[in-house]
């Protein structure tokens, strides 16, 4: 199997307003601002989407120490579908009640990578989205695990449509617009404006007439996400509390239990209030014309670092499958990750299952 290559880095179109939707549950979960009044709401709420992955279920929470959540935007009922679908989305979160932070780390959906926890003779190189799709939480779960040397305590997935519910239940949002754009027929004033859900994620998405393209689309969908969870856990939207739950309560599923939401409520809420977020960074390939992004050694080491000193843990050496796979293409293929000029990057082994290939 070869990839090729190329320098254009192909997002899908809904994953930031994706991202929006899983930072919001996650600040719901861990701010805490609407304190007990939450408990029978989110009791309610939230008791049929309790879906643990084992018997053996994290005691992290209740003992009070760093924990680490698996967030999954899936779009399974999306656009037809009726299979389990990808998990276009993945945010790796970490909160530490002693150090009173929070880190949210993305996983680009096209990352490839060793996919852990699925019943098959062979092993799997593939999009680390497909291990969803394949083997659903517990199998996204164990190959995030293995790709960034982190144990993951806890997930969250849900699905998308919930977004404009989420958005408008909180009453919207206030952002501030660098300069005057109109997109997916919304029209935006440069300045302070108030803004709904619909318009959150045309706000976010805009990028050919930002005069900083992608970086200037960054930095707005960064100004969306800390708009949403500002307005989230402002007092003034604690009437909406139910609302919000209901929006979001048969479009998810996690291992948190009431108790668990509970107590992040309690003793993780000061996280809060020092959050900070980062990304894998990889390079575009292509193959069979399928876009995939593939993360040097230096790159998955580096977030493989944060991610461990953010829950106490000491630096580790990254060796999986994914620094073998680099090792090899750079002492064998003549790869280099310095450059851009085009070149075949090679999976070696025999013994790999081509076979689960996920073209969406």
Not at 205 to 221: A, H, K, L, N, S
Request: net charge positive.
């Amino acid at each position: 199997m070869k990839l090729f290559m190329h320098n254009e880095h192909r997002m899908n179109k809904h994953y930031f307003w994706k991202s929006i939707v899983l930072i919001v549950v996650m600040a719901f979960f861990v701010v805490g601002a609407y304190g007990f009044r939450i408990y029978s709401q989110a009791s309610d709420a939230l008791g049929n989407s309790y879906k643990p992955i084992s018997s053996n279920t994290s005691q992290t929470i209740k003992q009070r120490k760093p924990v680490t959540i698996l967030l999954l935007g899936v779009d399974t009922g999306g656009e037809g579908r009726k299979d389990r679908g990808n998990s276009d989305t993945m945010i790796l979160a970490t909160v530490n009640p002693k150090t009173k932070k929070t880190t949210l780390v993305s996983i680009p959906r096209d990352t490839l990578a060793e996919i852990y926890g699925v019943k098959h003779h062979k092993r799997i190189i593939q999009k680390i989205n497909s291990a969803y799709n394949l083997g659903a939480a517990p199998a996204a779960v164990k190959t995030v695990e293995k790709l960034v040397n982190v144990k993951i305590d806890n997930y969250i997935t849900l699905d998308f449509h919930s977004l404009p519910k989420i958005v408008d239940a909180v009453g919207g949002i206030e952002v501030d617009a660098p300069f005057s754009f109109n997109y997916d027929y919304c029209n935006f004033k440069k300045g302070k404006q108030t803004i709904n859900g619909k318009e959150s994620l045309a706000y976010s998405r805009m990028r050919y007439e930002d005069p900083e393209g992608d970086y200037g689309r960054q930095q707005r969908q960064r100004q969306v996400i800390m708009a949403i969870i500002k307005k989230s856990i402002s007092l003034k939207t604690l009437p909406n509390t139910q609302k919000v739950l209901n929006s979001i309560s048969n479009s998810m599923s996690t291992d948190l239990s009431i108790d668990d939401v509970t107590a992040l409520m309690q003793s993780y809420r000061n996280a809060s209030q020092n959050m900070s977020s980062d990304h894998l960074q990889g390079y575009g390939t292509m193959i069979n014309g399928v876009s995939y992004e593939i993360a040097p050694t230096k790159e998955l080491q580096r977030v493989s670092n944060k991610l461990r000193t953010s829950v106490d843990l000491k630096k580790e050496k990254l060796d999986n499958e994914e620094t073998k796979q680099n090792h090899l293409n750079v002492t064998r293929n003549d790869f280099s990750f310095n450059t851009k000029d085009l070149q075949n990057y090679i999976i070696y082994g025999s013994n790999i299952s081509s076979k689960y290939l996920i073209k969406n």
